[in-house]
């Protein structure tokens, strides 16, 4: 079973993301002006939790450099928002095997998060020039 499925599926991600806004705002650390609109307008991060938990095959939303960089400037903040994130699913509960789990999926993600590398394009296919001239 996928995380997505003990987390509860799109439902307890849906009605995560008003406790991890309340959460974030309630932490002077964050500056959310620049990622209200994830909240508001966008539902990229949302999107990206199911893809990210094994609810979705595929994310075709903001990269999730560009998704976190507005609050999550360093490795502090970075924990910090990994530790609202899990509280707002987990509800401060006592460690769970899935809470290790979802830390664990992003902690994998902090390097791309907080240091990006910019990704050389890949060829999906070729075309000989001949096929091209025809």
Do not use: N, W
Not at 18 to 29: F, M, S, T, V, Y
Not at 89 to 99: I, L, M, R
């Amino acid at each position: 079973m996928t995380l997505y499925m003990k987390l509860g599926g799109r439902k307890a991600v849906m009605q995560a993301m008003p406790r991890l806004k309340q959460r974030l705002e309630q932490d002077e650390c964050f500056d959310l002006s620049g990622f209200r609109e994830e909240f508001e307008r966008s539902d990229d991060l949302t999107e990206f939790l199911i893809f990210l938990s094994g609810g979705a095959p595929f994310y075709d939303g903001k990269p999730v450099c560009e998704l976190l960089s507005p609050i999550c400037t360093c490795s502090d903040l970075y924990a910090r928002f990994v530790d609202h994130l899990v509280g707002a699913f987990f509800g401060g509960k006592a460690g769970t095997g899935d809470e290790t789990e979802f830390r664990r999926l992003l902690d994998r993600l902090r390097p791309q998060v907080l240091s990006p590398k910019p990704v050389a394009p890949v060829l999906v296919y070729s075309v000989e020039p001949e096929t091209l001239s025809a």
